[in-house]
């Protein structure tokens, strides 16, 4: 079984700061990872997708990195602002599964 | 091309009654998975479908829940006899074949 595990679970930065959230999972027979955002109250939002033969993806001032073979993979936000606060969760989906498997999340504050 | 589309948005039933759920996925996607988020708690899968067949309901608790996606029409998510603790948000995700999934707004269900 796939464990997921998103580190540190709340993060409280200054505005305009660059910072790193992590995931990392167990099994590394992954077929693709994905980051969402979720703001409270709402839905999943699909950030980057980065499919298994693949190390990294950019969206904007995203930037999302994958490293199967050590089991994890990282979001890059760069130059962060208020409205990025959210929470943050990546999934994976593993070959021989039938679900994605998710991360319980960063809580991101940006502070203006 | 119109998102996931979860109705209704919010449900408050009491408790003994039944709870439908209901998920459009976005066009052209076969496959629909059912997600169950507690307060303060993280995404637990629940139960995956493709047109006409479950495939994998691990998740989903052997009483009182059942699930289906029929040829034509949304998937439901079926809640019966409902009691407190079934209530939480209810998140549907549609994709296509180990791609990129994509969520609905979810369904907040409330037993009083």
């Known amino acids: 079984k796939q464990e997921v595990t998103q580190i540190p679970a709340a993060l409280s930065v200054p505005e305009g700061e660059n910072l790193v959230l992590n995931c990392s999972f167990t099994d590394s027979a992954i077929y693709n990872l994905q980051w969402f955002r979720q703001d409270p109250g709402k839905g999943l939002t699909s950030l980057l997708l980065?499919?298994?033969?693949?190390r990294e993806q950019t969206s904007g001032r995203l930037n999302a990195s994958l490293d199967k073979s050590s089991g994890r993979s990282t979001l890059y936000i760069a130059a962060s602002q208020p409205g990025d606060s959210a929470t943050y969760l990546c999934?994976?989906?593993?070959?021989?599964?039938?679900?994605?498997?998710f991360g319980t999340g960063t809580s991101l504050t940006v502070i203006p | 091309n119109a998102g996931v589309m979860q109705n209704p948005r919010h449900l408050v039933r009491r408790r003994g009654q039944e709870a439908r759920l209901r998920c459009s996925p976005m066009k052209g996607h076969s496959h629909v998975y059912w997600y169950r988020q507690l307060p303060e708690e993280g995404l637990k899968f629940m139960v995956y479908l493709q047109k006409e067949n479950i495939i994998d309901e691990s998740g989903m608790p052997k009483e009182r829940f059942s699930a289906e996606f029929p040829k034509e029409g949304p998937s439901i998510l079926r809640i019966q006899q409902v009691v407190r603790g079934d209530s939480a948000a209810y998140f549907c995700?549609?994709?296509?074949?180990?791609?990129?999934?994509?969520f609905g707004q979810g369904t907040r269900l409330t037993v009083v």
């Open positions: 999934a994976t989906f593993i070959s021989t599964g039938n679900q994605f498997y």
């Open positions: 980065i499919q298994s033969s693949q």
């Open positions: 995700a549609s994709s296509p074949p180990m791609r990129e999934a994509f």
